[in-house]
C-alpha cells in the first residue's frame, strides 16, 4: 500500500494524516546525552562505579569517552530521528579547557558554552540536571544528609545548575526544564524516614531561592520508588515530590518517570490526574522491567498509551515536557539512542491519528462503539504514514537506518578501545 492509499483509509475513519505529520513536527522531544556514555560524563574518574541507586549493564564497544566523541554520536543519531529534538544534559558533562577543572558546587554557564555552540549549530533547544550522584561527595546521601557540608556542597550544585539553566534557555531561545533527582535512600528499614525528607525539602527550597525566571528555566521534581542498593526507602518518593510540586506550583513542576512506580501502576493515567491540578508536567519516557527502570523505550502498550494522554490532554500545546530517560550498555548506544526516540515518535504519530468522536462515544454512554473503535484502530495502515513522516523529515524510513549505524560501527566505534 503507498502512502497515498493510507492518507485515504484514514480520512475514511475521519482522520487527517496531514495535519498529524505537520504537528508532530513540531514538538519537542529531550534526547538525553546520557545513553552515549553509560552515564559516565566528563568530570569524574571514569573507572569509578555509578552511584545513586543507577546502574548500567553490558559491554559493548564503542562508548563515547570524550565531549568530541559524544558529539559525533549524537551527529550520527541526529541524521537517524525525525522530529523536533532537544539536547538533555547532565551537569556531569561540563567541558573544561586543558588543565582546568571545577567541581560541581562551582560550575559555570562558561563549563557549557561548547554544548551552547553545538546546539546553536543544529538548532536544538537544551535541557539541564544537576548530578546528584557518581561523586566523592554522596555521602552516600546528598540534598537530604545530615551532614551540613555535604548538603552545603550539593545545595550549592542545585544553585549553580539554575544559573546555568538560565544560561542556556538565554541563549537557545527556548525554555530549559532542569530536573532534581537525588537516588538518596536507605538499603534496609530505615531508623528516621521523617528527618531526611524534612531535609530534601528545605534543600530544595534554598536551591529554588536561587532567582529564575520560570517562563524561561522550568525546575521538576523527579520521584523514585527505589533504587539498586537503597531497596527499602527513598527520601524522594512519589507522595514527597508530587506534594512538593503542588505547594509550590509558581516555582517548580511535578516529572514522572514511568520507570518509578510499582509494576502495576501506569503513567498514563497519572497523567491526566496531574493535568487536573497543575498547569505543566513534565515526564522521563523510559521502559521497566523488574528491578531496572531505564530499558530502551519500545513502541509498546505503556508508551503509547502515554502518548495518547499527551495528545489528548493537550500535552502537546506547551503543557507537557517530554523527555527520554534510559541507558543500555548491552546493545549499539547510536541504535538504543534511535530506536527509543523513533519509538517515540511512532508513538505520538499514531496518537494524533485517533478519531476525535471518542470522547462524545463515552460521554453518551456508547461504550460498545468506544471499545470497537479503539480496537479497530490498531489494525489501519500506521506504517504507511510513519514512513512518510521520516521521508518528509529527511531521514531513513525503517529498514533503512541500521545498516548506516553498523557501518560507523565498523568505522569508528570498534577503534575505541
Ligand atoms: C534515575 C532517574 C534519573 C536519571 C537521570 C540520569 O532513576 O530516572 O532521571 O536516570 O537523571
Ligand atoms: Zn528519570
Redesign the pocket.
Known amino acids: 500500500m503507498s502512502y497515498e492509499e493510507a492518507k485515504k483509509v484514514y480520512a475514511a475513519h475521519g482522520m487527517d494524516t496531514e495535519a498529524a505529520m505537520k504537528r508532530l513536527k513540531d514538538v519537542p522531544v529531550s534526547l538525553?546525552c546520557?545513553q552515549g556514555d553509560d552515564?559516565r560524563g566528563f568530570d569524574t574518574d571514569p573507572s569509578k562505579p555509578l552511584t545513586?541507586?543507577?546502574q548500567t549493564t553490558g559491554n559493548y564497544p564503542g562508548r563515547a569517552r570524550t565531549p568530541e566523541e559524544l558529539m559525533a554520536d549524537l551527529d550520527e543519531t541526529l541524521r537517524l530521528i525525525p522530529g523536533k529534538v532537544k539536547m538533555n544534559l547532565?551537569a556531569s558533562y561540563a567541558i573544561f579547557e586543558e588543565g582546568e577543572w571545577a567541581d560541581r558546587d562551582k560550575l559555570e554557564p562558561k563549563h557549557f558554552k561548547k554544548w551552547v555552540d553545538f546546539c546553536k549549530e543544529r538548532n536544538l533547544g537544551c535541557d539541564f540536571?544537576p548530578?546528584f550522584?557518581s561523586h566523592p561527595m554522596c555521602d552516600p546521601l546528598t540534598l537530604s544528609s545530615p551532614n551540613e557540608k555535604t548538603r552545603r556542597f550539593w545545595i550549592d550544585h542545585g544553585k549553580a545548575c539554575i544559573r546555568i539553566s538560565s544560561y542556556l534557555a538565554e541563549e537557545l531561545g527556548q525554555p530549559c526544564t532542569m530536573?532534581i533527582?537525588t537516588?538518596d535512600g536507605f538499603k534496609d528499614v530505615p531508623g528516621d524516614r521523617l528527618g531526611p525528607r524534612v531535609r530534601y525539602k528545605e534543600a530544595i527550597d534554598e536551591i529554588l531561592s536561587e532567582p529564575y525566571d520560570f517562563a524561561k528555566v522550568k525546575p521538576c521534581i523527579?520521584s523514585?520508588v527505589f533504587?539498586i542498593g537503597v531497596e527499602a526507602y527513598t527520601v524522594g518518593s512519589a507522595e514527597f515530590a508530587l506534594s512538593y510540586a503542588a505547594l509550590n506550583r509558581d516555582k517548580c513542576i511535578p516529572?514522572m518517570?514511568n520507570?518509578?512506580y510499582h509494576p502495576t501502576e501506569v503513567v498514563s493515567d497519572k497523567i491526566p490526574a496531574l493535568l487536573a491540578f497543575f498547569p505543566e508536567i513534565a515526564l522521563?519516557v523510559?521502559r521497566p522491567i523488574r528491578w531496572d527502570?531505564?530499558h530502551v523505550v519500545l513502541f509498546d502498550d505503556e508508551t503509547r498509551e502515554i502518548a495518547k494522554e499527551i495528545v489528548h490532554c493537550g500535552g502537546l500545546e506547551g503543557r507537557v515536557h517530554i523527555a527520554l530517560?534510559?541507558?543500555d550498555a548491552s546493545i549499539n548506544r547510536i541504535a538504543a539512542w534511535t530506536v527509543g526516540f523513533r519509538n517515540l515518535q511512532k508513538a505520538l504519530l499514531s496518537a494524533l491519528l485517533s478519531p476525535d468522536n471518542l470522547k462524545e462515544l463515552q460521554d453518551t454512554d456508547r461504550f460498545t462503539e468506544l471499545m470497537v473503535a479503539q480496537e479497530e484502530l490498531k489494525t489501519l495502515p500506521f506504517g504507511e504514514v510513519w514512513q512518510e513522516y521520516c521521508r518528509r523529515c529527511g531521514v531513513p524510513g525503517d529498514g533503512e537506518w541500521l545498516p548506516r549505524v553498523m557501518e560507523y560501527e565498523k568505522k569508528v566505534l570498534v577503534n575505541r578501545k
Request: net charge negative.
Open positions: 538525553h546520557w552515564v545513586g541507586g543507577i547532565h540536571n548530578t550522584f530536573n533527582w537516588g523527579e523514585k533504587g516529572l518517570d520507570g518509578h522521563h523510559t527502570s531505564d530517560d534510559y541507558f
